[in-house]
């Protein structure tokens, strides 16, 4: 038997969908703006004649920008971080998701209690600080690593995903001679591919956005993310050592499309990482929330 929608649900679809484009479009559009402003003529911008595309595409900005010293330092460094710090999030997260999902393992709940109550309550930024100096981390890329190198919330996430896996697949891999290690390596981290790519992403895109721990732990431009460049940029308006144009006109405004560059290339190198994870991540996240 067919069933048809009737009148008042088509109306809430179409109210939906309707919802739906216009939060699509109020995200898309600054965005779009953006990118359209960075390849247009400096006159363009400066007279707000730009509607859906440049007259004339110009690549100035990016060149400028990416001529720059401080700024590349800053892109390869964040790109160095970014990787880095991935993996170091994934190895400790992982090794210690995959211990506590094992209800033999004595301790499990007292830890879990504690990472609970880390997730509710913290020391505060200037303990914080004082625990990152006394460890000796000031001033250097250690800071950037350790101190946000687990996630309570992924944590726990990753761990009720393994909880989801038969412990009968580990047994039969522990008759055929795995060990513990063999186990998580050749039986539970292939079936838990969904999981892992979901929180590779989350914990690359924090890592590519580190700001706050860089304005905080580092005094040396050399260990200034994107972010904190980018900050200089659009929001305090230093445009020193990033060059000058031609004529005098182009000096008032060229900072401007100089941003606008600046923006596109500090957002669109993780969002191209996006769709090819994009598949895992309702998968990944809702079968590590079901169980306790």
């Avoid at 997260?93 to 879990?112: D, E, H, N, Q, W």
């Avoid at 001033?139 to 393994?162: E, H, M, R, V, Y």
């Avoid at 590779?200 to 460049?229: C, D, H, P, R």
């Avoid at 929001?235 to 560059?261: H, R, S």
């Amino acid at each position: 038997m067919i069933h048809t929608k009737g009148i008042g649900s088509r109306i809430f679809d179409g109210a939906n969908y309707l919802f739906l484009l216009m939060i699509t479009l109020l995200t898309f559009i600054p965005f779009y703006y953006i990118l359209v402003a960075s390849l247009s003529p400096i006159k363009q911008v400066l007279t707000s004649s730009i509607i859906l595309w440049p007259e004339e595409f110009t690549f100035d900005a990016y060149k400028l920008i990416l001529s720059t010293p401080a700024f590349i330092r800053a892109l390869f460094f964040t790109i160095y971080i970014t990787a880095a710090g991935t993996v170091i999030n994934m190895l400790f997260s992982t090794s210690l998701a995959y211990t506590l999902s094992k209800k033999r393992f004595r301790g499990r709940r007292v830890i879990l209690m504690m990472i609970l109550f880390s997730m509710l309550f913290n020391g505060g930024m200037i303990p914080t600080f004082l625990v990152v100096k006394g460890m000796g981390m000031i001033d250097s890329i250690w800071a950037l690593l350790i101190p946000g190198a687990i996630s309570a919330f992924n944590l726990i996430i990753l761990k009720n995903f393994f909880m989801n896996i038969p412990e009968a697949l580990e047994e039969s891999a522990r008759i055929d001679g795995c060990s513990n290690l063999g186990v998580l390596f050749r039986i539970v981290l292939p079936l838990s591919l969904p999981a892992l790519a979901t929180f590779t992403m989350f914990y690359a895109v924090g890592n590519w956005n580190q700001f706050f721990a860089a304005i905080i732990y580092e005094n040396s431009s050399k260990f200034w993310t994107l972010q904190v460049v980018l900050r200089q940029l659009v929001i305090v308006g230093d445009t020193t050592g990033y060059g000058q144009t031609v004529d005098d006109l182009n000096k008032a405004v060229f900072p401007e499309t100089l941003k606008y560059a600046a923006i596109i290339i500090a957002t669109v190198p993780i969002l191209m990482v996006y769709p090819f994870l994009q598949k895992y991540f309702t998968k990944g996240v809702l079968l590590g929330s079901v169980k306790e």
